[in-house]
């Protein structure tokens, strides 16, 4: 019997918070590390940055306060309002400035570390999954917590277990890896793009006579419940 969407969104579910759970456990334990020995002075660039955010962040709470001060001793007066509000733009677009000059020489060794950190989590995410898939066949803890299993659709009516390579495509290939490729290159557009088949699955497999998603007809694979 097919799968109802509700247990295959959860499967999903399950096996991402697994697999993510793994992918920062060795990001805590070497990957952090490992990643920030490759900016030279990381831990005195990091330091100084994160100074000087902080710099721009107290002088910003102070424009703040003498803008909100202003505006109270104008009393209503729209002259003296507009006053305060057009010095306190001002300011804000010095501060501004001076924060963009000031961080600028941290940019491109953090900008580097901050992306690698993307990359790290988005393909040791792919690495685990298709090993994981690969290992058990696409019968991941995700689908043996909600009683599923996939198959393949040999002829007309006729299914059988799916072997590795089979699991892999249906799982990682039609699934989930333009996802990764676009997530590592453009978060917003990867998580559009996540959003977008989640879209589509739910569609398939809720309207469509044989319920099933778009890998599932290209590939011949069924997720069916587990007898």
Same mark, same amino acid.
């Given at each position: 019997?097919?799968?109802?969407?509700?247990?295959?969104?959860?499967?999903?579910?399950?096996?991402?918070?697994? %697999?993510?759970?793994?992918?920062?456990?060795?990001?805590?334990?070497?990957?952090?590390?490992?990643?920030?020995?490759?900016?030279?002075?990381?831990?005195?660039?990091?330091?100084?940055?994160?100074?000087?955010?902080?710099?721009?962040?107290?002088?910003?709470?102070?424009?703040?306060?003498?803008?909100?001060?202003?505006?109270?001793?104008?009393?209503?007066?729209?002259?003296?309002?507009?006053?305060?509000?057009?010095?306190?733009?001002?300011?804000?677009?010095?501060?501004?400035?001076?924060?963009? %000059?000031?961080?600028?020489?941290?940019? +491109?060794?953090?900008?580097?570390?901050?992306?690698?950190?993307?990359?790290?989590?988005?393909?040791?995410?792919?690495?685990?999954?298709?090993?994981?898939?690969?290992?058990?066949?696409?019968?991941?803890?995700?689908?043996?917590?909600?009683?599923?299993?996939?198959?393949?659709?040999?002829?007309?009516?006729?299914?059988?277990?799916?072997?590795?390579?089979?699991?892999?495509?249906?799982? %990682?290939?039609?699934?989930?890896?333009?996802?990764?490729?676009?997530?590592?290159?453009?978060?917003?557009?990867?998580?559009?793009?996540?959003?977008?088949?989640?879209? +589509?699955?739910?569609?398939? +497999?809720?309207?469509?006579?044989?319920?099933?998603? +778009?890998?599932?007809?290209?590939?011949?694979?069924?997720?069916?419940?587990?007898?």
């Amino acid at each position: 019997m097919q799968a109802s969407l509700f247990k295959r969104i959860t499967s999903s579910f399950v096996d991402l918070c697994l %697999i993510l759970l793994v992918v920062y456990g060795i990001f805590f334990l070497w990957g952090e590390g490992l990643l920030q020995n490759r900016v030279e002075n990381f831990d005195t660039l990091y330091a100084d940055y994160n100074e000087i955010l902080e710099i721009y962040n107290e002088d910003l709470a102070t424009l703040q306060t003498e803008y909100e001060v202003a505006i109270e001793l104008a009393n209503g007066d729209e002259d003296l309002e507009s006053v305060a509000d057009t010095e306190y733009q001002q300011q804000v677009a010095v501060l501004d400035l001076q924060n963009t %000059i000031d961080i600028n020489p941290y940019n +491109i060794p953090l900008t580097k570390y901050f992306s690698e950190i993307i990359y790290f989590f988005v393909f040791g995410f792919l690495v685990l999954a298709t090993i994981l898939t690969i290992v058990t066949t696409g019968r991941t803890p995700g689908r043996k917590v909600m009683g599923l299993k996939t198959v393949f659709e040999k002829t007309k009516g006729e299914y059988v277990d799916i072997n590795p390579f089979q699991a892999f495509f249906h799982d %990682i290939v039609f699934k989930y890896f333009l996802i990764v490729l676009v997530f590592a290159v453009n978060m917003y557009l990867g998580a559009m793009l996540m959003l977008i088949c989640l879209l +589509i699955d739910i569609f398939m +497999i809720s309207f469509t006579r044989n319920r099933t998603a +778009i890998r599932d007809l290209v590939t011949k694979v069924k997720v069916i419940k587990a007898k």
